[in-house]
């Protein structure tokens, strides 16, 4: 299984940036799809999720401004971000989530793609 991000990047206070998930050995409408993100100094936070039947949650801070998507024929997961500040700083990690045949969780980690909000 390999979960590959792109689209991080340095963006001014206020911009956007789309970033996306690129699936491999998974099929990922069969998992629970997640952004997470670490600011420097911080624990790993949830920032958004979305499940099989398409339902998605949203951390507060980020409610309103992130918008999380999932294209089943591409096989990807994405992550619209705009009005961008400082506070949104963080290394940014694709997640996948299921519990297997004998209910344990299973939980497959992207390396991370760099988000950087400064002017």
């Known amino acids: 299984v390999q979960l590959v991000e792109s689209g991080g990047g340095l963006v001014q206070p206020g911009g956007s940036l789309r970033l996306s998930c690129s699936a491999s050995?998974?099929?990922?409408?069969?998992?629970?799809m997640g952004w997470y993100r670490q600011a420097p100094g911080k624990e790993r936070e949830l920032v958004a999720h979305?499940?099989?039947?398409?339902?998605?949650t949203y951390a507060d801070s980020v409610k309103g401004r992130f918008t999380i998507s999932r294209d089943n024929a591409a096989n990807t997961v994405s992550l619209e971000m705009n009005s961008l500040n400082a506070e949104d700083t963080a290394v940014y990690y694709c997640?996948?989530?299921?519990?297997?045949?004998?209910?344990?969780?299973?939980?497959?980690w992207g390396t991370g793609t760099v988000v950087t909000v400064s002017s």
């Open positions: 979305i499940v099989s039947n398409g339902y998605r």
């Open positions: 050995g998974i099929a990922v409408n069969e998992y629970q």
């Open positions: 997640n996948a989530y299921r519990k297997n045949y004998v209910n344990r969780d299973i939980h497959y």
